[in-house]
Nanobody
């Protein structure tokens, strides 16, 4: 099982980034896919999730209206479009795949929002 995040980097406040998470080794379309983040000294924080069927989305209040989660089951990939980025969005961003008791994490990608 592999989840490989990409697309992180340094961006100025107000800017945008699109994160990708490429999945392999499991039946991607059956899993709820989510994004989390963890800033230094803080707990891992839920950001957004998208269901396996129907693509229903759910967001944390902290990112609602700025971030958009989407998935492409044909490409086994989940995305996180991040707009209007703020310095407090600086963190390592993680992809998560969950199906019943099965729960997988990627290694994370660093996002730094700074001028």
């Amino acid at each position: 099982v592999q989840l490989v995040e990409s697309g992180g980097g340094l961006v100025q406040p107000g800017g945008s980034l699109r994160l990708s998470c490429a999945a392999s080794g499991f039946t991607f379309r059956s899993y709820v896919m989510s994004w989390y983040r963890q800033a230094p000294g803080k707990e891992r924080e839920f950001l957004a999730a998208i269901t396996s069927i129907g693509g229903i989305t759910h967001y944390a209040d902290s990112v609602k209206g700025r971030f958009t989660i989407s998935r492409d089951n044909a490409k086994n990939t989940v995305y996180l479009q991040m707009n209007s980025l703020k310095p407090e969005d600086t963190a390592v961003y993680y992809c998560n795949a969950k199906y019943n008791a099965l729960n997988y994490w990627g290694q994370g990608t660093q996002v730094t929002v700074s001028s």
